[in-house]
């Protein structure tokens, strides 16, 4: 059925090479960044989110590695940045040839539809009926080539009227992540991969999870949304009349001299729900999603588990430091994951799979089995009265 930290350099790296070619005519890429990455803390906090943090050691904070990788498919003047007014100065720092005006600020979080939605109402307005791909700014992406290829076949998908995702190919059946299941090929020249979405599902238990990786059905859902941007914001008006009615009333003063009003009236009001729930699920349980298989690598960076995926190891026994290896001293642990982000010299003995994270303020001792839990001890700590430390 078709559907009507570190110190990253603020200089921009050379955008990955891939295999698609040239930009995608009529393409916009977005990149919502918010969220405070609370099962990083301390190394994440409220006015240094993990975005603009570089997690993987490589010289580039996760929100300059994103944009890299949209430059080849989106154009400099393609990529619309969605964030907290408080991140505007940094994100700004650490991408000096993104546009200011491209640059789209949120006076409070109101969670991704308001971010992506906005983004959409701005874009169609100056530009027309457009294709709006959304990419989080605190994902790590591998295989620029197979990258590509997703969002070209994606866009392909959006002409047509569908409101396209991209599945990742689990490689566990991990409880951290949702899912979104796959039906029959979806048959839009352009995108060959690509097939009928049947649903989602958030975070299932670790029996269904197991199930999902067997049946060969279930990818995950990486939260990737490409889009019309006329698509996206008639089905809001749909399934969310009253958000997508404040919406465009921003988008419609976001250029003109009105928008602080606008926004001062509007904006707090607007619901708050991931565009996940307001559009994704209800549209493909009537036929409107398609999926678009992803064959690179990601990860979310949810915690310091995953974290320590991403880092090479130091030692023999598979030991992880985010910082200055110099400033790290281990004994009989293996597994460890220590970020010395202070300048005392962080000594380990005899604790396997532990993770140590010391900041100049606050220091996290945990287990890696324990690092999804993190996010318990920012809810103590903010109950103890320590928002200082957030």
């Known amino acids: 059925m078709a559907p009507s930290s570190a110190s990253p350099s603020a200089a921009p790296s050379t955008p990955p090479r891939g295999a698609g070619g040239a930009p995608v005519p009529g393409f916009y890429a977005v990149v919502p960044a918010g969220g405070a990455g609370t099962r990083l803390w301390p190394l994440s906090r409220a006015t240094a989110p993990k975005f603009l943090l570089d997690l993987t050691g490589s010289g580039r904070t996760l929100i300059q590695a994103t944009v890299d990788r949209l430059a080849p498919l989106a154009g400099a003047e393609g990529i619309v940045l ?58 790590v992406i591998t295989g620029q080539d197979a990258f590509e290829t997703s969002v070209r076949e994606a866009v392909e998908a959006a002409r047509a009227g569908y409101v396209a995702t991209i599945g990742i190919a689990a490689s566990r059946p991990s409880t951290a992540f949702g899912y979104v299941r796959s039906g029959d090929p979806l048959g839009v020249a352009g995108a060959p991969s690509a097939l009928h979405a049947r649903g989602f599902t958030e975070k299932p238990d670790a029996a269904t999870a197991q199930r999902y990786l067997v049946s060969g059905e279930y990818r995950w859902n990486a939260g990737m949304f490409i889009v019309r941007a006329s698509v996206l914001l008639g089905h809001l008006e749909d399934q969310r009349p009253e958000l997508h009615d404040g919406l465009r009333a921003v988008a419609a003063a976001w250029d003109g001299p009105d928008r602080e009003r606008v926004l001062a009236e509007t904006w707090p009001r607007l619901e708050r729900i991931a565009i996940d729930h307001a559009v994704a699920e209800p549209v493909a349980a009537v036929g409107g999603v398609a999926v678009v298989p992803g064959a690179f690598g990601w990860d979310d960076v949810g ?16 030991s992880k430091v985010l910082g200055d290896t110099g400033k790290v001293v281990r004994r009989d642990s293996a597994g460890s994951v220590v970020v010395p982000a202070s300048d005392r010299v962080v000594t380990v003995l005899g604790l396997d799979d532990v993770v140590v994270v010391d900041t100049p303020d606050a220091l996290l001792v945990t287990t890696r089995a324990r690092a999804q839990q993190v996010k318990t001890m920012v809810d103590t700590v903010r109950e103890l009265g320590m928002d200082e430390l957030l």
């Open 82 to 139: 969605v964030t907290g007014a408080r991140h505007v100065a940094a994100a700004r720092t650490q991408l000096p040839a993104l546009p200011e005006h491209n640059v789209l600020a949120e006076p409070s979080p109101r969670d991704s539809m308001a971010a992506i939605g906005l983004a959409a109402a701005v874009l169609e307005r100056r530009h027309g009926d457009v294709v709006v791909g959304s990419f989080a700014a605190d994902q």
């Open 303 to 318: 915690d310091f588990n995953s974290l320590a995926a991403l880092l090479p190891s130091v030692d023999g026994a598979g």
